[in-house]
């Protein structure tokens, strides 16, 4: 008795749970060889911008002060920063560097979400879209659009970061694309599903209720 109590607590918790999207596009800038690269982007609002150093005794700071990634160091570091407002946001390498675009410095272009196509209907923005339907039982369908070709990398991976499976592994063109995952062998629970292509990763939460 005590388990059959147990699991139909479980089961209430995940359908009122808020399905929220955790959306997030991060996108990656590497500090190597007295640049950076790329080293002028253009994100949305709430996109996340995150710099690699992968060589070189760097680090980032904004030509206003705004955001660091603190001292200059020659460890594999990373730092991340969150845009939450429109407007240029130069940066620059304190080392190798200066403020107003000089030497080692890019800048981060920010940009209010207008959508993924243009009035021609060509897509221009990548986008990785919720699932549907969420939550899902025992199959969802995952579907994203991007405006370039290149290797798209689909993998899920459960609550705690296990790889589940990988949905697609290969060179694309630009596109409007869908896949459907299905969930028949894997417990109730939350899972992430996660897209990589370029420099560009998104990830979003998805739903297994049975």
């Known amino acids: 008795m005590k388990r059959r ?31 950076f690269t790329p080293k002028n982007i253009t994100v949305e609002i709430g996109d996340t911008v995150r710099w690699k150093n992968v060589g070189g005794n760097h680090n980032v700071v904004a030509d206003d002060g705004s955001f660091t990634s603190g001292s200059p ?53 990548f986008k990785l879209e919720q699932n549907y339907p969420n939550p899902f039982n025992p199959s969802t369908k995952i579907s994203w659009q991007s405006p370039t070709n ?17 949905l697609i592994d290969e060179v694309k063109p630009a596109g409007e694309y869908q896949v459907e ?11 992430y599903y996660q897209l990589k292509t370029g420099n560009l990763v998104e990830t979003k939460k998805m739903i297994l209720l049975k």
């Open 150 to 166: 290149g290797r798209q990398i689909l993998k899920v991976f459960d609550i705690v970061g296990n790889e589940i499976t990988t």
């Open 73 to 125: 160091s020659t460890s594999m570091w990373v730092y991340d920063h969150v845009f939450t407002s429109a407007g240029e946001n130069p940066y620059y390498c304190v080392n190798h560097g200066s403020a107003g675009g000089n030497g080692m410095a890019g800048n981060v272009t920010v940009e209010a979400s207008t959508g993924v196509a243009d009035p021609n209907g060509l897509i221009n923005k």
């Open 5 to 35: 109590i147990y699991f139909t607590v479980i089961s209430l918790a995940f359908v009122f749970m808020p399905v929220t999207s955790f959306s997030q596009t991060v996108y990656v800038i590497e500090a190597s060889n007295f640049e």
């Open 181 to 191: 995952f299905d969930g028949s062998g894997l417990a109730s629970g939350i899972y």
